[in-house]
């Protein structure tokens, strides 16, 4: 009979293949458009992707973790450590002041897949003004997102891509 500390061990090792499986999908997709079409057109398509995923997976999350309606900056950093992603790039979560959360995006696959081919960085924050203003807005409608720094800008210190996401004072969370 299979120890819970072993099947736990299973689960997680099955979800982080599958994370990563997921991330393979999602490049192959890209760079097959990319090649036919061009990099502007494969990131135009991306972005209307990650536009419906984004919301997807956020609802999914607060669904499955049972998290509250407008549940502010608690439950987006609670789900930020669900998302597929997190599984498998390193990452960092701060809150610097009350009413801010910041996310930090350490390692990522996608820009170290890159790197190791001898390719630029990918230009991701067009997606990440998507991907990330569309998820936590999911979690609570009041949540604002600015990009602190995210490829193709220049790296701004050991992270990939850092995102602040405010919550008013004086409402649930901030």
């Known amino acids: 009979m299979q120890s819970m500390q072993t099947r736990h061990d299973a689960l997680e090792m099955e979800l982080k293949d599958a994370a990563k499986n997921w991330l393979a999908i999602d490049g192959l997709w890209f760079?097959?458009?990319?090649?036919?079409?061009?990099?502007?057109?494969?990131l135009a398509c991306d972005i209307a992707v990650w536009e419906q995923f984004s919301r997807i997976e956020a609802g999914r999350i607060l669904q499955r973790l049972n998290l509250p309606a407008g549940g502010g900056l608690d439950a987006l950093e609670?789900?930020?450590?669900?998302?597929l992603f997190s599984y498998i790039n390193e990452y960092e979560v701060r809150r610097p002041e009350k009413g801010v959360l910041e996310y930090y995006?350490?390692?990522?696959?996608?820009?170290d897949a890159r790197m190791r081919k001898g390719l630029p960085d990918f230009p991701c924050k067009q997606i990440g003004m998507v991907d990330f203003p569309v998820f936590?807005?999911?979690i609570d409608p009041g949540i604002m997102t600015e990009c602190i720094s995210c490829p193709p800008d220049k790296r701004a210190g050991s992270f990939w891509c850092g995102w602040r996401f405010r919550k008013e004072a004086g409402t649930p969370s901030g």
């Open 31 to 42: 760079l097959a458009i990319e090649e036919r079409y061009g990099m502007e057109v494969a």
């Open 78 to 83: 609670t789900a930020l450590h669900h998302r």
């Open 105 to 111: 995006m350490i390692g990522c696959r996608t820009q």
């Open 136 to 138: 936590a807005a999911t």
